[in-house]
């Protein structure tokens, strides 16, 4: 990788948006959250609610003016999202910024790119797409070592999701959780696809199975029905 010789006042990112909301999902839903999400993705998953961050235009902002939105946040935990935030190697002087900061951070990415040299102090919340998604067999090689690993080394800093669509997503889910014991790793959540999967459903077939998943529902969905961006 070619070396970042910029200052980092001067280091840029592609933004779809910065907000300050509740967060919606991971074992962290429920808190107060500054919200990065960064433009771009590599993927097109078929029930994509966050189209506007590839097909929309976006800022640029330099890394000291996102970090001077996030300060004015100071007890609010905070998510770099996408898009796919791995897409822009800046991510990673954000990251170790507010690391540095001794902010609580989440990063939450597709999975389709390797996430060995995410800092250990970030909480990684990596999807694994399923056949449904669209985006099947895009997990990055050596990804789900890279989970266990981190989750070896600092317990929970890697939580594994997989957003379901059906009863074939889920049977494939459960198969890969057991498969490989994911679920004995770090956290590993099961969320439903709005409006295609209910989560009575999803309820029923975890408890049949007794499957130690989280079922997550995403709780901004919940409290702002109405809104489908800064949320
Ligand atoms: S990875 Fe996320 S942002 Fe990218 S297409 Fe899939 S759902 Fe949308």
Redesign the pocket.
């Known amino acids: 990788m070619i070396k970042n010789t910029q200052p980092f006042s001067q280091q840029l990112l592609n933004i779809a948006e910065l907000f300050y909301s509740i967060q919606g999902e991971s074992t962290y839903a429920g808190l107060p959250c500054v919200f990065i999400r960064l433009a771009g ?1 590599n ?3 078929h ?5 506007y ?2 097909e929309e235009a976006h800022a640029t902002m330099a890394l000291d003016v996102i970090l001077s939105f996030v300060d004015g946040y100071p007890g609010a935990i905070v998510e770099i999202t ?3 935030p791995l897409f822009q190697e800046n991510v990673f002087p954000l990251m170790a910024e507010l690391v540095a900061r001794k902010r609580t951070v989440l990063l939450e990415t ?1 999975g389709s790119l390797p996430i060995d040299a995410v800092a250990p102090e970030v909480i990684v919340v990596m ?1 694994i797409k399923t056949p449904d ?1 669209g ?1 099947a067999d895009s997990l990055a090689n050596g990804n789900i070592a890279a989970a266990r690993a981190r989750n070896k080394n600092i317990p929970g800093s890697c939580e594994i999701k997989f957003v379901l669509t059906g009863r074939d997503d889920y049977t494939w889910a459960r198969d890969l959780v057991n498969q490989h014991a994911l679920n004995a790793s770090g956290p590993t959540l099961f969320s439903p696809v709005k409006g295609q999967l209910s989560p009575a459903d999803l309820a029923a077939w975890i408890l049949q199975d007794q499957l130690a998943v989280r079922l997550q529902l995403q709780l901004h969905t919940l409290i702002w029905p109405h809104l489908s961006r800064g949320i």
């Open positions: 993705c993927l097109r998953c029930y994509c609610d966050a189209r961050t590839y996408g898009g796919e597709n999807d998604s985006s």
